[in-house]
């Protein structure tokens, strides 16, 4: 069975750090594009950033400069890495990925989602 399982998030102080993992397991043929999104109360899912599988990068304009994605397509994982944390940043935070896998007989691509993981800034 496919999934994504994501790692790292916890309770950080204003300007901290956290690193996010997200590692896709099961019968994948390939990954395509990978993304992290997040989820503060009361509001709507927000893109933060994306890494297609050419290695290009985008990040929305309130992450910008703060958070870098990664990927390792040995290990079929990603990574967030988030500098400079603001209370701001409290959400849960989600992976994404585009994998390619086989329904049936026949391999198509379709979106998968990690469990979340709850980031917290806070003194």
């Known amino acids: 069975q496919v999934q994504l399982v994501e790692s790292g998030g916890g309770l950080v102080q204003p300007g901290g750090s956290l690193r996010l993992s997200c590692a896709a397991s099961?019968?994948?043929?390939?990954?395509?594009?990978m993304a992290w999104y997040r989820q503060a109360p009361g509001k709507q899912r927000e893109l933060l950033a994306g890494i297609t599988s050419g290695g290009s990068t985008n990040y929305a304009d309130s992450v910008k400069g703060r958070f870098t994605i990664s990927r390792d397509n040995v290990k079929n994982s990603w990574y967030l890495q988030m500098n400079s944390l603001k209370p701001e940043d409290t959400a849960v935070y989600y992976c994404n990925a585009e994998l390619v896998v086989v329904v049936g007989t026949t391999p198509g691509s379709y979106d998968f989602w990690g469990q979340g993981t709850q980031v917290t800034v806070s003194s």
């Open positions: 099961g019968s994948i043929l390939s990954i395509n594009n």
